[in-house]
């Protein structure tokens, strides 16, 4: 529906103090000519087809010295008008920035919390007496252990690799821990070389058995499950490397 | 009388506001992308295998955590563009420059996603720190792109700098805002240095997570809040600023050596056990006071408001911010505590609450007042009958996300850490436990509703205030 005009009422006065005939309908109101307090603005809308309607403003008035603060505090829910409160605060006693203080210090400040952050960067770098870094600043990559990949051809330890990659899980004695991790002493299924180096290469999905098929070679794998398939009491025979191959 | 009317254009939007509802856009489609990739891990919660070669979990992971991180820093600074010619008076100084390191961050946040979703890792050598994954967590972006972000903050701080030195005059919310954003861009290359020893790279890596989020963010937010109040509720100046230095003077006063709540088990020295314990037990303490600032206002204006979607957003972002980043992280910030329950999901469930409430409460209160001065003409109040829907279903979702990982974290800590002890078993223990495994579902399920949540408020976003013609 078309605004015909609006009309602003201050404070239940007779007349207007302002009449709005054209959009954009804004009120610019200046505080410091008001009286200090609470004041009431009603704001009267008149459509084209002759209808009216009413909007209600209250808002407050502050002085403090001669600084004039005024702020719409309640806002009616549907208004046709903006009104805007002319800042005396900014106006009338303008806080001019010092560029020392919002210029020149933010850039210090920023160059010092950097500067602290790279500097302690640096001092931990150094190395500390006794410390692990004591030997020239460097760490040392770990030693490989004996008998490492080079001689894998020849002896595989079968019982190394299995406490390595599997008796956290299913214990040094292979007795497991049912029913997450079930014992391999004494296991009826290890009996099926196929069924056994399929899960040790490709591990059981949806259970915790992980695949280990890229990790072990094939005469490692072939080694291990040896080891599993003898050990504990378990007497289901050696595979072979070539078995595992297959099985790739 | 029809409570719908022409209303007529009021003024241009200043440049600057312009290049804010850029920022807001790229915010609201990132979150998208975080949601995406939330969901996704929610689903390997359950089923591990699912793209386990292709997209791992800490992929996944690195990706909903680091656009989390993104495009609510993005909608933040958003917000201060949006705000900033209306405080001043005046364009922005620099816009130009603005736009420039914009666009280049967008093409620069493009190429990191797809570096990590395709790239994923390197090896540990220097050409993966300056162009693959710098390793740290949650701030894994490459170092290339570590020192485009510096410069971004670098060149947003010249901009508000520079605009409040032309306007000559300065208020209270601005000096705030300068010194906070120093702080924003200084500590953020503290997360670029590479030292072997591992406590002082976790000394220094805290400086970003903690006094990034904890401190400057906070501060950085209280201004926004207190730009959006005035607008939405007509708060006086002289009010809001009032409030903000008490908060500033607070997060700041508990926030620094709150810190030590982070150095407690790291190889830093003890006394951090004392200091930390200490200081972040009075963390919460500047939440409570933005809580009862934001209900003394709405309940003064008797949630009379110019933006209902905003002012609701606002409300919430107070409360988040008090339960998820105040109680959640109380509740495990006691050395006695988080002796047993530190790295445990009730991490996650605190991180998932907190910053839920605190900054994206936060932008979506910024995001609506933008939307609103969009829209011609102008509607007011702003309402529609589909923000509350995605309102409600987003924080009933997020509460249902961080109570699945409160209570498996309470698994892990009680279970796992304090009545087993560590050990192996006791992992396993609390893993198959109920508490823990049952919690995987829920949270899937509460990813869709979130996921719904999301979708309906992106369609608000783009119908709100569409009025046909009356």
């Given amino acids: ?64 010295g001669a600084i004039y603060a005024g702020h719409v505090s309640r806002a009616p829910v549907t208004t046709p008008i903006e009104v805007r409160m002319v800042d005396r605060v900014e106006i009338e006693s303008p806080v001019k920035p010092d560029f020392v203080r919002y210029g020149l210090l933010p850039l210090v400040l920023f160059l010092i919390l950097a500067g602290t952050a790279a500097w302690l960067a640096v001092v931990g770098e150094k190395p500390v007496p006794g410390g692990v870094l004591a030997a020239g600043g460097k760490v040392e990559a770990p030693k490989a252990p004996a008998g490492g990949a080079g001689a894998a051809a020849a002896t595989v330890d079968g019982k190394a690799l299995y406490e390595k990659h599997c008796a956290s899980c299913h214990q040094a004695n292979g007795q497991g821990m049912p029913p997450t991790f079930p014992a391999l002493a004494g296991n009826d299924r290890l009996a099926d070389a196929e069924y056994v180096i399929d899960v040790v290469l490709h591990g059981k999905p949806g259970t915790a058995m992980p695949p280990f098929g890229n990790t072990l070679s094939d005469e490692e794998a072939a080694a291990l499950i040896s080891y599993i398939r003898t050990a504990w009491g378990n007497d289901y025979g050696p595979v072979t490397a070539d078995e595992v191959a297959r099985l790739r | 009388m029809a409570t719908s009317f022409a209303r007529p254009k009021i003024g241009e939007l200043y440049e600057s506001q312009k290049l804010a509802l850029w920022y807001f856009a790229v915010a609201i489609l990132l979150f998208g992308l975080q949601i995406t990739f939330g969901l996704l891990m929610a689903y390997q919660y359950i089923n591990p295998d699912f793209m386990l070669e292709s997209l791992p979990f800490m992929t996944n992971r690195t990706i909903h955590v680091n656009t989390m991180i993104v495009w609510l820093l993005v909608g933040l600074m958003g917000g201060v563009y949006w705000f900033l010619p209306l405080e001043t008076g005046r364009e922005v100084v620099g816009i130009k420059l603005a736009k420039l390191i914009w666009w280049v961050i967008v093409a620069g946040v493009t190429v990191v996603v797809l570096v990590y979703l395709f790239v994923q890792i390197g090896p540990g050598n220097a050409f993966t720190l300056w162009f693959i994954n710098e390793g740290r967590e949650y701030v894994e972006a490459p170092r290339w792109a570590d020192l485009a972000i510096v410069l971004w903050v670098a060149i947003f701080l010249f ?50 997570v903690h006094l990034w989020v904890e401190a400057t963010w906070e501060v950085l937010v209280g201004v ?16 809001v600023e009032t409030w903000l230095f008490l908060e500033v003077a607070l ?8 810190l030590g709540h982070h150095y407690f088990w790291i190889g830093t020295p003890e006394y951090w056990i004392g200091l930390g314990g200490f200081f972040s037990a009075l963390e919460p303490l500047p939440l409570v006071a933005m809580v009862i600032h934001a209900l003394y206002d709405s309940g003064a204006h008797r949630l009379q408001t110019v933006n209902r979607p905003a002012l609701f957003w606002a409300i919430a972002q107070a409360f988040g911010n008090f339960i998820g980043a105040g109680m959640w992280g109380f509740m495990q910030t006691l050395p006695q505590i988080n002796m047993y329950s530190h790295g445990t999901q009730l991490a996650a469930a605190h991180g998932h609450m907190a910053f839920f409430g605190a900054y994206l409460g936060t932008v979506m209160t910024l995001i609506y007042i933008a939307v609103q001065n969009v829209r011609r ?28 990982f409160t209570i498996s974290g309470f698994s892990q800590t009680m279970i796992e850490r304090a009545e087993l002890g560590s050990t192996w078993n006791a992992f396993i223990q609390s893993y198959t436990h109920p508490w823990y495994a049952n919690t995987h579902g829920w949270r899937y399920f509460f990813a869709w509703t979130f996921t719904i949540g999301y979708l309906i408020l992106v369609y608000d976003l783009l119908t709100i205030g569409k009025r046909r013609s009356a």
């Fill in chain 2, 251 to 258: 997060v700041f006063g508990t926030g620094i050596l709150g």
């Fill in chain 2, 159 to 208: 901009n508000v700098i520079a605009t409040t030195l032309a306007a000559r005059r300065v208020t209270g919310l601005l000096g705030v805002l300068i010194f906070d954003l120093v702080a924003l861009g200084a500590l953020y290359t503290a997360g670029m240095h590479y030292t072997v020893n591992v406590t002082m790279d976790q000394y220094l890596w805290w400086w970003v």
């Fill in chain 2, 377 to 404: 003409p102008i509607m007011i109040p702003l309402d529609s009958k589909w923000w509350s829907w995605a309102y409600v279903l987003m924080i009933v979702s997020i509460v249902g996300i961080a109570g699945s």
């Fill in chain 2, 224 to 239: 926004l809040m207190a730009w959006s109040l005035m607008y939405l509720l007509g708060t006086p100046r002289k009010l």
């Fill in chain 1, 1 to 64: 529906m078309d605004i015909n005009r609006v009309e602003v009422y201050l404070d239940n006065q007779d007349e207007p103090i302002a009449v709005l005939d054209q959009p954009p309908f804004v009120l610019e109101l200046d505080p410091s000519k008001l009286e200090v307090g609470t004041h009431y603005l009603i704001a009267v809308v008149h459509y084209q087809d002759g209808s009216m309607d009413h909007h209600e403003y209250v808002f407050d008035v502050e002085r403090k």
